[in-house]
DNA sequence: CTCCTTGGTTACATCGTTGTAGTGAAAGTA
DNA sequence: TACTTTCACTACAACGATGTAACCAAGGAG
């Protein structure tokens, strides 16, 4: 930067200046800058600036795995909305881990980060005191900080009930809440509240023997309880995936053990992740905005760097979803099976 | 640091040497360093190092997309190799695309960054002079710029030999290339090279018509190709994806078309994803040693940091592979089906 | 008994920016 | 005319670490 002063004849700080966009700089200095900024091949020194100023431009996406679909299509997605607003993001994966989450939060990284958007898994409202220590959060999926972080909300109980009154509607009677029982997330406890509330007020009786519990949320773990479910002679005409990877699984299972999707077990997930447009057949899932949401999250997340003490005026949105009916619910060509 | 100096009655430097791990300290030194940091509950400051230093301990990982389960594997893998070496990945996405990639090597994270594992799609070796300039650099998947980084190979040709091969063992003489004809891909066309002569060692004839482009190496380009394939009559026993994803997008079409897996046409594909274990039926895949890959990949960039000028002692290193045979082939309890 | 080495520590400058305070000049106000 | 305001720019000191050179002790070589 010395040197561009000094082939532009300015001070070092008349160089910063142009380059932080300061208003007050006749046109004819700008130009002389600009001009030895490009002799030079000079490009601003982005750690000098943030040790400067005390923030770097990075932000953390802390989310369980990246190898399931719903995470990595949202990390492009913030990846994307973070870039329109000059921020790098620092993708982190916990596996679920509880100490794994509260290192991406407090650990290392703490300090190569302006604030961090969290999906957490393993942390709930308990935990509340190790958050960050003043670090700008957003909270994706529920509402488990009220009064400390902002909130991007997914609806679970309304998306749950949407899916449920689906099954119901085209005729289904037994539905198996998968991953319902999986105790410890938040999440599943609203879906399975939402689920429920559905069932409820189809006049539907709720079988404990039908809300299943899986080890985890992923193909493998739908399948195997959903075998589980099969062997020990349950008995169901409808699938609800708490996630379209448990679905999967389970539609996997299913067309393994030579049921028909939907003519015998339809079957329906949440996420609408790109494999769910891919199985065969397509399933029906909720879509839970996940632009959307990525969106929001951002923008709340550099409000909340910019401003960092709007005396508790914490934020909540939530994300509209939308139910996508494919032909693990609907067979095409198939009359509404409504009685 | 100043304040732990202080605390401790010794200089800045010396706080400094202890978190170095300067050996030449007195043990007494070093107890009451401790004692004081652990008493202000400091830490170092990682931005302050970089600048001073001149490195960031940040690599990037450039890969086309996220979404695609083989990248989101092997980002999950780096991002774990990288951390045991005190590294922090920064992930990129190009999207394949030119521009985004030249962008993420020399764009503004370049400064951000001590080294990139880069995964090209659109750059090849005519781009050689645009190469980061300087940048330590581990190309994944082919030979590209030989002498000017290092490389972590996938012996494509080879992979794709011993893919068709397993083809021609079960039986299979009329075997659809997916994704052989997209030009400008290096790998297509290595792969459809170990493709064709494996075909000629089994002395069967290369159809052109069996020799398919998509538009891309996702399940929605398999699927399409391949139903085109179908749709202008042509006839085939087998496919072999040239990556997972262009595999089950093709299982997908056969399935829907009433054709049998791997009864009427067998499919295999490369990159055992794990959604290759869950489609239905499973697919038989070549396993590329994601982990190896990872793992060599980060060795080589932290050794070429480490001594920048070994002086064209660019390394070469090829991950082993390895054929996995699930249902997609070998239907279980079916015969060899050689004749 | 001096001269050199090795161990343990320190003071200081430096990495490349940006915030603060301040300097002239030109323009607007009383 | 004198006085404030706005504009365009500058000098200097930070931000928090680390490399360099140098220092003082203690022990070994000559």
């Known amino acids: 930067m010395h040197d561009v002063a000094a082939l532009a004849r300015v001070s070092v700080k008349t160089v910063s200046n142009y380059f932080n966009g300061y208003p007050y700089m006749r046109a004819e200095t700008r130009a002389r800058i600009e001009r030895a900024v490009d002799e030079l091949g000079y490009r601003l020194n982005v750690t000098a600036r943030s040790l400067r100023r005390g923030s770097t431009g990075m ?42 989450e509260l290192e991406a939060l407090s650990g290392l990284h703490r300090q190569l980060i302006d604030g961090a958007i969290f999906d957490p898994l393993a942390l709930g409202p308990s935990d509340a005191p190790q958050l960050g220590g ?28 949407r899916a449920v009154s689906h099954l119901v509607e085209i005729g289904r009677r037994r539905i198996l809440l998968l991953g319902a029982g999986s105790p410890g997330t938040h999440t599943a406890i609203l879906r399975r509240r939402g689920s429920e509330a559905a069932l409820a007020e189809a006049g539907l009786p709720v079988d404990g023997d039908l809300v299943v519990s899986t080890d985890g949320w992923t193909r493998d773990a739908g399948a195997a309880a959903t075998a589980r479910a099969l062997d020990d002679g349950r008995r169901f005409d409808a699938v609800f995936g708490f996630n379209d990877a448990l679905a999967l699984g389970a539609q996997w299972v299913l067309l393994e053990r030579g049921l028909a999707v939907p003519g015998d077990v339809a079957v329906i997930g949440v996420d609408d992740t790109r494999d769910a447009r891919f199985a065969h057949p ?37 994300a509209d979803f939308e139910l996508i009916v494919r032909d693990s619910t609907v067979a095409p060509g198939t009359l509404n099976s409504t009685p």
Chains 1, 2 share one sequence.
């Not at 670090?135 to 909300?153: C, M, Y």
């Open 134 to 161: 003043g670090l700008p959060l957003v909270i994706l999926g529920e509402r488990q900080f009220e009064g400390l972080a902002d909130h991007v909300l997914i609806a679970d109980e309304e998306v749950a009930h």
């Open 282 to 318: 397509t399933l029906t899932t909720m879509s839970p905005g996940r632009a959307q949401i990525a969106r929001r999250a951002v923008e709340l997340l550099v409000s909340r760097i910019r401003e960092p003490e709007t005396e508790n005026g914490f934020a909540s949105v939530t």
């Open 59 to 100: 932000i953390s996406l802390i989310v369980p795995e990246l190898d399931q679909a719903y995470f990595a299509e949202l990390a492009q997605e913030v990846i994307d909305v973070a870039a329109t607003f000059g921020l790098t993001v620092l993708v982190e994966t916990t596996s679920g881990d509880r100490d794994r």
